[in-house]
Each structure stands twice: as C-alpha cells, then as structure tokens.
C-alpha cells in the first residue's frame, strides 16, 4: 500500500471559511471565456478608453473590456480609426489597465501597426502586452492574417480576430457597409472565421454581419465569438461605451441600444454650474476656506480695502 494515500486532512482553521476578509477577485483569462462558450453563459463586452470608465465597467462586472481603436472617434476626435497611433493605443491601455480588477483587457492593434514585417508586427503586438497589461491583442482580417496569428500565438501572444465589417478596412470597402449578405461573401467570411480559428486565435469579433451568418460561425468554430451588429446567435456581444450612452455625435448604428443619455445629464448641470457661477452662487460660503478670526482682525487693520469676505 502506498503510505501517502492515507495521510491525514489538515483542518482549515477556524476563522478561514468565515472571514469577512474577501477573497481576490480572480481576474478573467481566455480560458474563462472558452469555459463560458462551452456551458452556454453569454459573454458581455465593452469598450473602454480611460481609468474611472473602465472602473466602473469592470465593478458593473462586465466580463470583457477592448481598448479599441474606436477611441479615435470618439475620444480624440478623428474622422476615423486610421489616424490612431501605437503610441495612443499604448497610452490608453495603459489607463485601462490600471482600473481592471476582473474583466479580461483587449487592446486593438491600430491600422498600420500590423501591416509591416511580421518582426516589427510581432514587436508592436508584445509592446501592448508588455507595456500596456494587456492581455490580447485584436487584428482586423481573415485569411490573409491567419499567419500572422500563428506567429503571434507561437510567441504566446493572444490574439483575437476580427472580421465582416472591418473599420480599418473602411477605404477597401468603400464605407462602413453590412458584410457577408451574398453566397460568395458568406463562404469568404466563413473561411476567414475557421483560418483565424486554426492559427490559435483565443476568440474573434463578427462586426456587421447577417445573423445567420454568424450562427454558422458560432456552431462551427470552437472558440468564442463576440457580435457587434452580428445577432444574437454570438456566444457573447460588445458595445462601444459612448454609444451606450449617447455620448456620440453621430446616429447610432440601427444594432445600438443606448441605455442611458449621458449627453442631456452632463449638459443639464453643466448648464446649472454656468448659472451658478454667472449668479455668485458658487461657491458657497460653506464651500470655501476661512481664515481664524484673529488672523481676520489682523490682517483687516493692514488691508482695510479688502473685500469682506
């Protein structure tokens, strides 16, 4: 018999199972997410761009936040995504980062910082990784991208896909257009799908395409996948935080629901501070900060034409 099979159980002691301490908060791995596509848990996902948003999404226990590219929108006021620099993405992830507790980091490779040599491509991908916390990277394609998601993924750098309506492709596409709507496209995008699947992605993206398109993407591929305008059929879906709340310029996109209208809130009262400040109302004299009234008493003998406070 083999001595060590019956040695004894050491009791927890007794404060363990009832401290009021609470545990650590284990952050999500794309292990979790495949584990959740398995047991048919539906993935949420948003954007973030800055550290108290992307505090608030991950206490609001939002599986899945991206630093997406996107910000070049609708944080620094680009026309598009082709603009955003590595060193922006970088920059913001980096923000985000430092919020998360929970919620697993995606950061986007912006447009030009994977269209280079595979060596430059792989630097910039283990500098997001490396420098900025996170814990995968997004590249936009399908087929075409498939080795550069073999070499990332060999260099245990996670990669999720991302593809049908690509923003960084919006010039070759000729604007941002619903993608996969004829035979030919759905088999090409179906193809794309299961190549970014085979090169080791840990999950891909289906942005803009028909529902049943990415119900056939979803069934066949063993990884998870996350919708944006692609149905409900996804294992899980992803916003972008300011279209939630209106904080946009332009109409959303017929597949956003806004759940709250952060623009008429923020307005509503900075147009209250305005009238407040424009009527001496703000500050308060219980807002402000006093002198003693012996430094008071001294001081008003030496500057008697001081305004009494």
């Known amino acids: 018999m083999n001595p060590t099979s019956h040695k004894p159980i050491v009791p927890l002691p007794v404060n363990a199972a009832c401290s009021s301490t609470p545990l650590p908060v284990r952050r999500l791995t794309s292990d979790a997410l495949l584990q959740k596509k398995l047991s048919g848990q539906p993935i949420s996902a948003i954007t973030a761009y800055d550290f108290p948003t992307a505090r608030l999404v991950d206490q609001a226990g939002i599986d899945v936040v991206l630093v997406g590219d996107s910000l070049g929108m609708v944080v620094l006021g680009y026309e598009n995504t082709l603009p955003v620099t590595l060193d922006e993405m970088l920059h913001h992830t980096k923000a985000v980062a430092r919020a998360l507790h929970r919620a697993y980091l995606i950061a986007d490779m912006p447009f030009g910082s994977y269209h280079v040599s595979t060596r430059d491509s792989m630097r910039n991908a283990v500098r997001l990784i ?81 529902r049943e398109l990415s119900a056939v993407i979803t069934a066949e591929l063993a990884i998870p996948t996350i919708g944006i305008g692609a149905g409900s059929e996804c294992d899980g879906q992803i916003l972008v935080f300011h279209d939630l709340f209106n904080l946009t310029a332009s109409p959303p996109a017929k597949f956003v629901r806004q759940y709250g209208d952060a623009a008429a809130f923020f307005s509503e009262a900075l147009a209250r501070y305005r009238d407040d400040v424009t009527a001496r109302s703000f500050p308060s004299d219980a807002e402000s900060y006093h002198l003693s009234r012996e430094v008071q008493s001294e001081l008003a003998a030496a500057h008697p034409s001081a305004r009494k406070a």
Do not use: C, N, W
């Open 130 to 210: 490396k420098e900025a916390g996170a814990q995968a990277v997004k590249i936009e394609g399908g087929v075409a991208r498939a080795k550069l998601v073999g070499r990332l993924t060999e260099a245990e750098v996670p990669v999720v896909g991302h593809i049908g309506l690509t923003p960084q492709s919006v010039h070759s596409m000729g604007g941002y257009r619903v993608q996969g709507k004829s035979a030919e496209a759905f088999d090409r995008l179906l193809a794309d799908a299961h190549a970014i699947a085979d090169a080791g992605a840990v999950a891909i993206v289906l942005e803009g395409i028909p």
